[in-house]
């Protein structure tokens, strides 16, 4: 067992007989009073963040998560479908747990899957992509200068606003936390 003294910023601990991962740590010792410290922490099955106070020597049990490198192969009704790099193993994967990132990954692409137990937990999606916009409807001339954008459609069939200028066939750079637009990538 481990104590609160070894609480660090993304350490993952069992609270309540659910696992979350520590964003915050800060010890207090408030006048007179017995030392305690405060800690923030997010929910890793519902992502909710939670603040918690543990006296100090108490103990805690710190879990311990698997992680590797796997790749997209393609999506199955709502099911999102990885292989393992070194075993070649596949994992099948529910889309709530991907959730808006899922519309921005193509096939082939690499994602990070996390473990507890050989249990998939999450599904780490680099934070920017590169897409191939599929269509894009014309510009209107003369809106160039007020920062319009339009609906433009990517390769995986995921909608973006865009500014006017781009066409279809070239490659955006996407967050794929958000679904913005960041820039047309440069070839």
């Known amino acids: 067992m481990a104590s609160t003294s070894d609480l660090k910023n993304g350490v993952i601990i069992n609270f309540n007989n659910e696992l979350h991962s520590v964003i915050s740590v800060e010890h207090r010792t408030p006048g007179n009073l017995r030392a305690f410290y405060q800690v923030k922490l997010k929910n890793l099955k519902n992502g909710k963040t939670m603040e918690n106070r543990f006296r100090s020597g108490e103990d805690i049990q710190i879990e311990r998560l698997e992680s590797g490198n796997y790749q997209y192969l393609y999506k199955d009704g709502a ?75 990517l390769e995986t069939g995921a909608t973006v606003n865009a500014p006017l200028f781009i066409n279809e066939g070239d490659v955006l750079r996407i967050d794929s936390r958000t679904g913005d637009y960041i820039e047309r990538a440069k070839l």
Do not use: W
């Open 79 to 153: 099911d999102y479908v990885f292989m393992d790099n070194e075993t070649f193993d596949q994992v099948t994967i529910a889309g709530d747990m991907i959730g808006k990132g899922g519309n921005y990954i193509k096939e082939g692409e690499t994602v990070q899957i996390f473990f507890h137990n050989s249990r998939p937990l999450s599904v780490e999606i680099p934070p920017h992509v590169y897409l191939k916009v599929t269509s894009a409807p014309p510009g209107v001339k003369g809106d160039t200068a007020t920062g319009a954008t339009k609906s433009v459609t």
